[in-house]
T-cell receptor
Framework: GAVVSQHPSWVICKSGTSVKIECRSL??????MFWYRQFPKQSLMLMAT?????????EQGVEKDKFLINHASLTLSTLTVTSAHPEDSSFYIC???????????FGSGTRLTVV | QKEVEQNSGPLSVPEGAIASLNCTYS??????FFWYRQYSGKSPELIMS????GDKEDGRFTAQLNKASQYVSLLIRDSQPSDSATYLC???????????FGKGTTLSVSS
């Protein structure tokens, strides 16, 4: 079945620094990738949708200059949290969908802690 | 605003019983519906997907969809302690692109 690899699985960074999270589709071409954020005991909140080669579409309330998304190839999307602050600490999960497909494959998630 | 509503629970059932999880959604244009299971600290894993009105069965799981009532449910038969998790209902948006998640229902199966 479809596999999405997400790295790192966890990261601790200092306040003010930037962190990059990678999401790779291993055995299919991901036309569309999605980035979610999940706070403790909350549901997954969609942050942005990205199509290969296009600018990401951000959900209302998500700062596009703070959460930089790059989807330069059909197998790789990255999320960079710039100038991270403690309130950005969360569980970030990517999801990918193959072109024309109905299924969504999720990465294993990245636990970000900003200290 | 598009919404997916679930009872947060916890829903507690004894081992071997049937667990019934419910979900309502607001976007009448939604066409795809999913149930995910999420263990604490882990990513969601797909349990069932359903696209047409009626029932869809897969092993101990049955998904039910009623588009007129904007309602989707998940039944878990012969519940096991290993089924204890948070169950997330997800609905695609009208554009058919992203998934919108409910807050999840926490299920606890006691042995």
């Amino acid at each position: 079945g479809a596999v999405v690899s997400q790295h790192p699985s966890w990261v601790i960074c200092k306040s003010g620094t930037s962190v990059k999270i990678e999401c790779r589709s291993l055995d299919f071409q991901a036309t569309t990738m999605f980035w979610y954020r999940q706070f403790p005991k909350q549901s997954l909140m969609l942050m942005a949708t990205s199509n290969e080669g296009s600018k990401a579409t951000y959900e209302q309330g998500v700062e596009k200059d703070k959460f930089l998304i790059n989807h330069a190839s059909l197998t790789l999307s990255t999320l960079t949290v710039t100038s991270a602050h403690p309130e950005d600490s969360s569980f970030y999960i990517c999801s990918a969908r193959e072109g024309g497909g109905y299924g969504y494959t999720f990465g294993s998630g990245t636990r970000l802690t900003v200290v | 605003q598009k919404e997916v509503e679930q009872n947060s629970g916890p829903l507690s059932v004894p081992e071997g019983a049937i667990a019934s999880l419910n979900c309502t959604y607001s976007d009448r244009g939604s066409q795809s519906f999913f149930w995910y299971r999420q263990y604490s600290g882990k990513s969601p894993e797909l349990i069932m997907s359903i696209y047409s009105n009626g029932d869809k069965e897969d092993g101990r799981f049955t998904a039910q969809l009623n588009k007129a009532s904007q309602y989707v449910s998940l039944l878990i038969r012969d519940s096991q302690p290993s089924d204890s998790a948070t169950y997330l209902c997800a609905v695609n948006n009208q554009a058919g692109t992203a998934l919108i998640f409910g807050k999840g229902t926490t299920l606890s199966v006691s042995s």
